[in-house]
């Protein structure tokens, strides 16, 4: 995508790897509601906040008390009145008793998230699990764009973070279309799922 198919948006020049990575397909449009797990320390959370302008919402979500001590000044410093920070751990289908958290359903319910235009998932390999435990919730997603850390087994890292293949298919079962970019060369690009409605 150039530069010039790209939204207005005021204030500074965002990351190239935030429009090239998450806004693959869809631009979020001003009054969107974007719910963004694993926010980290809020760079996308920055740029869907001027995107959707004041009529929208963004839901930034990170469990890490000092990346989320990060998004909170981040969202200060800005002025991104339209952003909600939450500290959270979203658990999945399979998390044990033990783990402090909630399910996804359990947190767009807690803030009331009726509908999602925009879902953006980059939790480091635990998206399957979260997915699959949250139907109700992918049924209100219109959009939605998963960071699969599939790269990272390639790596040498864990079998269990290949997970890009079965979020496709999850995906597609709850009736979004999905793309993927096989073509491109850089790893964080070609395992990341896109499904639309």
Not at 11 to 23: E, H, I, N, R
Not at 151 to 167: K, N, P, Y
Request: a negative charge.
């Amino acid at each position: 995508m150039s530069s010039d198919e790209r939204p207005a948006v005021s204030g500074p020049v965002y990351a190239l790897s935030t429009w090239d990575m998450f806004l693959f397909g869809y631009h979020p449009k001003e009054g969107d509601l974007i719910v963004d797990l694993g926010a980290g320390v809020g760079v996308d959370t920055r740029l869907f906040s001027d995107l959707v302008r004041p009529d929208g919402r963004v839901v930034s979500v990170e469990p890490d008390p000092w990346l989320f001590r990060c998004l909170r000044w981040t969202i200060s410093q800005h002025g991104l009145d339209n952003v909600t920070a939450v500290r959270s751990t979203v658990l999945g289908a399979a998390a044990e008793g033990a783990v402090a958290g909630e399910r996804l359903g359990e947190l767009v319910e807690r803030l009331e998230v009726d509908r999602i235009d925009l879902l953006k998932v980059n939790i480091g390999g635990g998206e399957l699990g979260v997915l699959a435990a949250a139907p109700a919730v992918l049924a209100r997603v219109r959009n939605i764009v998963v960071s699969c850390h599939d790269f990272r087994a390639d790596e040498g890292g864990s079998t269990w973070l290949r997970t890009s293949a079965a979020v496709g298919d999850l995906l597609c079962e709850a009736g979004f279309t999905v793309m993927q970019r096989p073509a491109d060369p850089r790893p964080r690009i070609y395992y990341c799922v896109y499904g639309t409605r």
